[in-house]
């Protein structure tokens, strides 16, 4: 079976605070890999994408290890603001449009 | 742009009932994706198409049915309903894989539905 883990949190860190998350995928074949955050009650957005070189946009950093089959998100300087469930996501196979989903970690930033 | 939309937003069915859940998205994508999203658990496929009149099953379409008449339309189907389908289902659409972003996903607002 092919599936994305990721720890289910929750994640309960104070504001400023630097929060990590991680995430692996048992299907080799995967090409392609992303951070979607989903807040409470809403729909997934795109995050991230993540590539092999490892990539940051602001105060998020995400890296893949392909030989570990391995993911992870940084968040650093938490805000409020950040307080979310982050899901790991990755294509389905080499050159799939199909994307499979991890359960999500939630991430509270408290006061 | 409205995006991908999704009618309605809530619902209650009785067992045995049958409805339609809608959804249309205004990007011109040709990809379109069913998906459920139980309490604590990942998204999971029931059914996507990747263009007008082409439909396939995902990973869990027992209990539905769709159709892809039209680029822009993508209804879901549920033919008499179960209590194990209540749930919180989204529609997404997204660009051709020869695309450099056609991997992300654009989601509509979901639909809640239970059924008693």
């Known amino acids: 079976r092919k599936e994305v883990e990721q720890d289910p949190g929750p994640f309960n860190v104070p504001e400023g605070a630097t929060v990590a998350f991680n995430c692996t995928y048992s299907n080799s074949a995967s090409q392609s890999f992303f951070w979607y955050r989903q807040d409470c009650r809403k729909e997934p957005k795109l995050l991230m994408s993540?590539?092999?070189s490892g990539n940051e946009d602001g105060r998020f950093t995400a890296q893949l290890n392909r030989a570990s089959q391995y993911i992870s998100l940084l968040i650093r300087d938490s805000k409020l603001s950040d307080s979310a469930t982050y899901l790991c996501?990755?294509?389905?196979?080499?050159?799939?449009?199909?994307?499979?989903f991890g359960k999500g970690t939630k991430l509270s930033v408290i006061p | 742009n409205a995006g991908v939309t999704q009618t309605p937003k809530f619902r209650i069915l009785k067992i045995g009932q049958s409805m339609t859940l809608q959804c249309t998205q205004d990007?011109?994508?040709?990809?379109m994706y069913w998906y459920r999203q139980d309490p604590g658990m990942g998204l999971k496929l029931i059914y996507y198409?990747?263009?007008?009149?082409?439909?396939d099953k995902g990973e869990v379409p027992n209990g539905y049915n769709v159709s892809r008449s039209t680029t822009e339309d993508f209804p879901l189907r549920l033919e008499l309903a179960a209590p194990s389908q209540t749930s919180v289902y989204f529609c997404?659409?997204?660009?051709?894989?020869?695309?450099?972003?056609?991997?992300?996903?654009?989601f509509g607002p979901g639909t809640r539905l239970t059924v008693t």
């Open positions: 997404a659409s997204s660009s051709p894989p020869y695309r450099a972003s056609s991997y992300e996903q654009y």
């Open positions: 990007m011109n994508h040709n990809y």
């Open positions: 996501v990755v294509s389905s196979g080499a050159g799939s449009y199909q994307l499979t």
């Open positions: 993540v590539y092999s």
């Open positions: 198409s990747v263009g007008a009149g082409i439909t």
